[in-house]
């Protein structure tokens, strides 16, 4: 797990296809540079997210593993990617940029809200608008100190980003959908039991 605070900006030197076999299972192995301040603790089999355009030469986001005693300054990251988005837009605001993004996979604009997160690259961030629909997107503004934390900031119109929503939308979803199909066979059991038990009260009265 992660918190989406980037601690570095590694740069990949080399992709080594590990299997291009028909069977294989077409996996890669990365050799990342410049990022020796996070390997004091590494060890094999830690696990570091590394999040941006995976190609030589290109510049990643990095983050060790949460701690115990990891302070939660962004929020639970798992590294899985949902979704890719692409932007749309980048506007200057003061010293800050507001980038609105379009997910291919629109239905994961349930889980984004406005002032919640939403992790780009592997960053976490506030979200500042939504708008839902087939042709919806979100926006996330990014403040000057951001923009020279994450690989994010320099992208541009038509580049796509990796998207992980906020896995607490999905729990929160399934609990509820788990809630309405156990108890009386689905949604229109429990309206109909909620209607009905109303009903008696007023005719009670």
């Known amino acids: 797990m992660f918190t989406g605070l980037v601690?570095?900006?590694?740069?990949?030197?080399?992709?080594?296809?590990?299997?291009?076999?028909?069977?294989?299972?077409?996996?890669?192995?990365?050799?990342?540079?410049?990022?020796?301040?996070i390997l004091t603790d590494a060890h094999l089999g830690?696990?570091?997210?590394?999040?941006?355009?995976?190609?030589?030469?290109?510049?990643?986001?990095?983050?060790?593993?949460?701690?115990?005693?990891?302070?939660?300054g962004g929020h639970f990251v798992q590294g899985h990617v949902d979704t890719i988005a692409?932007?749309?837009?980048v506007t200057p605001d003061s010293n800050a940029l507001v980038l609105r993004l379009q997910p291919r996979d629109r239905g994961v604009l349930r889980y984004i809200v406005e002032k919640g997160y939403v992790t780009l690259d592997g960053a976490s961030l506030t979200v500042t608008k939504v708008v839902?629909?087939?042709e919806g997107y979100f926006e996330i503004m990014l403040i000057a100190y951001t923009?020279?934390?994450?690989?994010?900031?320099s992208k541009k119109v038509g580049e796509d980003v990796n998207v992980e929503i906020d896995i607490v939308g999905k729990?929160?979803?399934?609990?509820?959908?788990?809630?309405?199909?156990?108890?009386?066979?689905?949604?229109?059991?429990?309206l109909e039991k909620m209607v009905s038990r109303i009903v008696d009260e007023k005719l009670k009265k």
């Not at 692409?86 to 837009?89: C, K």
């Not at 923009?147 to 900031?153: F, G, H, L, R």
């Open 171 to 190: 729990y929160v979803e399934k609990s509820v959908q788990s809630y309405f199909a156990g108890v009386g066979g689905g949604d229109f059991a429990i």
């Open 46 to 72: 830690d696990s570091i997210a590394v999040n941006g355009s995976l190609s030589t030469n290109s510049r990643v986001n990095l983050e060790r593993a949460v701690l115990s005693e990891t302070r939660m």
């Open 86 to 89: 692409t932007i749309l837009s």
């Open 7 to 37: 601690e570095t900006i590694g740069t990949v030197s080399s992709l080594e296809p590990l299997d291009t076999s028909a069977s294989g299972g077409g996996g890669t192995s990365l050799t990342i540079t410049n990022c020796e301040e």
């Open 147 to 153: 923009q020279e934390k994450i690989v994010t900031a």
């Open 132 to 134: 839902d629909g087939e």
